[in-house]
């Protein structure tokens, strides 16, 4: 999986592509997410229309990025979950704990 | 009469593996006959299968081993794993839907299995380990063109063995 931050007014915005899965995708989420924490970017979106699927170890992870965000006073928000990802996200009902946007610039309006 | 397609894979508990497993399912899955979205649904239900050997099974003991069977039929595909620990009770499992277990990192990867493929069935093998198994039925219809199943495989009413 690939990343690339861009700011946007005080918003993190992080384009995911890839797959975030167990070993792989799941750790380059966590690290890039620990980054900005440590770094004070407190506010982060998650741009995952480029991801393909996840599996059971990457909805974990976003779920532990959540919380380590939470922890430190922060936020972490979704955009653009399709196909799969929006598929896993509704039977985990995670749909119920991230707030999830379809469009940009609502969702950094939204911090 | 057409004979089933079989592909048998080990390999040692490491989740870097996962993917070989994981893309050996969506290729036997299209051999089957199934289109891109539900090879890609069975892959994803045989990697939490494998993930789940991995890690809770063998605990991720590098020493032990992972056993997939995987097998195109003319209507479905069915996959068996296999690991080698002391086994588990899968009703026991807590639903990672409801309340607090929402925000738990782990655990989802039998609804996983579940939600992706029509049935999934765990066995404890006393001595060998956990096997669980996972079929799919393919949608009649729904065929790609490169794998069509052959005319006696249609007329067989469906009926899986």
């Known amino acids: 999986m690939k990343t690339t931050v ?7 915005v992080v384009d995911l592509s890839g797959k975030i899965t167990i070993g792989e995708g799941d750790v380059v989420l966590r690290d890039k997410v620990l980054e ?8 982060i ?24 965000a939470r922890e430190k006073g922060g936020t972490v928000k979704l955009l653009k979950p399709s196909g799969k990802v ?26 | 009469m057409v004979s089933a397609t079989t592909v048998k894979l080990v390999i040692s508990s490491e989740v ?14 299209g ?29 991720m003991d590098p020493t032990r081993k992972v056993e997939v069977s995987l097998q195109a039929r003319p209507r479905s595909i069915r996959a068996r794993v296999r ?14 839907t409801f309340g ?31 096997e669980v198994t996972l079929k799919k039925n393919r949608v009649r219809g729904k065929t790609t063109r490169s794998a069509r199943p052959s005319a006696a495989a249609v007329d067989n009413g469906g009926i899986e063995r």
């Not at chain 1, 929006?86 to 991230?98: C, G, I, S």
């Not at chain 2, 690991?83 to 990672?96: E, I, L, N, R, Y």
Request: one cysteine or more; charged letters at 25%.
């Open chain 2, 83 to 96: 690991d080698q620990g002391a086994g588990f009770d899968p009703s026991a499992t807590p639903d990672p």
């Open chain 2, 100 to 130: 607090d277990n929402l925000m738990r990192s782990s655990g989802r990867g039998i609804l996983v299995m579940r939600a992706f493929v029509d049935s999934v069935d765990f066995k404890f093998l006393e001595g060998r380990g956990m």
């Open chain 1, 86 to 111: 929006e598929d896993l996200l509704q039977l985990t009902k995670l749909w119920e704990v991230f707030e999830i946007f379809d469009e940009e610039q609502p969702a950094v309006a939204s911090f």
């Open chain 1, 36 to 43: 900005l924490l440590d770094g004070g970017h407190s506010k």
């Open chain 1, 6 to 12: 861009r700011t946007v007014g005080q918003v993190s």
């Open chain 1, 45 to 68: 979106l998650l741009s995952l229309e480029k991801v393909s699927y996840m599996d059971s170890a990457g909805i974990g992870e976003l779920v532990a990025c959540f919380k380590k």
């Open chain 2, 31 to 59: 051999i089957a006959g199934f289109e891109e979205d539900d090879a890609l649904n069975v892959g994803i239900a045989v990697r939490e299968a494998v993930i789940n050997a991995i890690r809770h099974g063998n605990r």
């Open chain 2, 16 to 29: 870097r593996l996962v993917d070989v497993v994981h893309t050996a399912s969506e290729a036997i899955a």
